[in-house]
């Protein structure tokens, strides 16, 4: 089977699962207990989970965005052999 026949190399499937653990990270950042009807917990609001935590998820989807649009290099003698 040729290489030329997969649609992403290995730097795609790399590419792609540091995505997906950056934004299982920035999942976890958001995590934390909550408020409930008796107790009021001012950390839901704090800047973590606000604001560091969409940005680190935000930059995960972006880079498995990137993955997938990556397209894999191709060497001259394939490039060659495909134009002959």
């Not at 649609?7 to 934390?32: E, H, K, P, T, W």
């Not at 408020?35 to 989970?49: K, L, M, Q, V």
Request: hydrophobic share 45%; aromatic share 10%.
């Amino acid at each position: 089977m040729n290489k030329r026949d997969f649609a992403f190399d290995r730097m795609n499937y790399i590419l792609l699962a540091i995505g997906m653990a950056v934004v299982v990270i920035g999942f976890l950042l958001m995590s934390g207990s909550g408020s409930n009807e008796t107790t009021y917990d001012p950390d839901i609001f704090s800047a973590r989970r606000i604001k560091v935590a969409p940005i680190v998820c935000l930059l995960g989807f972006v880079s498995m965005i990137y993955a997938v649009v990556r397209r894999p290099k191709t060497d001259a003698t394939e490039e060659k052999e495909v134009t002959e």
